[in-house]
C-alpha cells in the first residue's frame, strides 16, 4: 500500500457518468471517456481542514472502486489521516497526498509497514490502460508494493504524475503504475493546503524523510453523498 518508487524503490503508500460542471479552481475535470450511462458514486471525506468531496468510477475500476467502497461502508476511515506528502519543489519526481490506517508504522520504518500490511484483504491491480483514468491532478488512486498487494492505503495526485501510469519505467518503477478509480469533484483546496504543511516528522524510513507531516491531518470518516 505504498508506492514502492518516488524517485528510487521505496514502499510508498500511495475514485462516473461525467460530472456535470465546468471545471474551476476547486473542481478537477472529470475523464474525457465517461458516457452518460456511466455510474458514479460519491463519497464525502471529512477532515480536520475540510471535506473533500469525490466521484468513484466503478464501470471503468470496479476492483478498485469496490475494495475502497467496502473500507468506507465498514467504517475502516474512522480515525485514519493523511500523514504524508511530496512535493516537486522539494526535490519530489512527484506530487501527492497519501493517507489511511499506516501512519504509526510509517514513522516506526518500513519493516513496521510491511507488517501492517494486509494481504488478506488485497485488491487486484488494474492498470491505468485498463481504466481509462490517468494519474491527472485530483484523481485518487491505491498505493501498493507489488501489483495486486493495494488495500487500504491511498493517495491524490495534487498535479498530473504521469510517471505513475501503466508503461512508465524510468527510475526504477516496475511499469504497472498505480490503481486509480475516483475524481475530486470538490475540494480540492484541501488536499494543496495539506500538500504545503510542514512535513519534517522524524520517521526511520531514509527514503521518506522530509516528507511525513509534522502533524498529520485527521480523516474523521470516510462516506457515501446521499445515504
Not at 512535513?199 to 446521499?226: C, H, W
Amino acid at each position: 500500500m505504498w508506492i514502492r518508487t518516488f524517485g528510487a524503490p521505496v514502499m510508498m503508500i500511495l475514485l462516473s457518468t461525467a460530472v456535470a460542471c465546468s471545471p474551476g479552481p476547486d473542481t478537477a475535470t472529470a475523464p474525457d471517456q465517461a458516457g452518460d450511462q456511466e455510474e458514479i458514486v460519491q463519497v464525502v471525506f471529512e477532515t480536520d481542514v475540510g471535506d473533500i468531496e469525490v466521484a468513484l468510477y466503478p464501470d471503468r475500476a470496479p476492483l478498485s472502486a469496490a475494495q475502497f467502497l467496502a473500507h468506507v461502508d465498514a467504517g475502516s476511515y474512522e480515525g485514519a489521516s493523511f500523514y504524508r506528502v511530496t512535493r516537486e519543489s522539494d526535490g519530489s519526481a512527484i506530487d501527492v497526498v497519501q493517507g489511511g490506517l499506516l501512519s504509526g508504522a510509517v514513522l516506526d520504518g518500513s519493516d513496521a509497514y510491511a507488517e501492517g500490511y494486509s494481504s488478506t484483504t488485497a485488491v487486484a491491480h488494474e492498470t491505468t490502460d485498463q481504466t481509462g483514468i490517468a494519474n491527472e491532478r485530483g484523481t485518487l488512486a491505491f498505493a501498493r508494493l507489488d501489483p495486486g498487494t493495494a488495500d487500504t492505503e491511498i493517495f491524490f495526485n495534487v498535479r498530473d504524475n504521469p510517471e505513475l501510469d501503466a508503461g512508465f519505467t524510468e527510475d526504477g518503477r516496475d511499469g504497472y503504475g498505480y490503481a486509480t478509480f475516483g475524481r475530486v469533484v470538490e475540494g480540492m483546496q484541501v488536499l494543496d493546503e495539506i500538500q504545503q504543511m510542514p512535513s519534517d516528522a522524524p520517521t526511520s524510513m531514509e527514503t521518506v524523510r522530509g516528507q511525513i507531516l509534522e502533524q498529520p491531518v485527521l480523516i474523521r470518516s470516510i462516506y457515501r453523498k446521499g445515504f
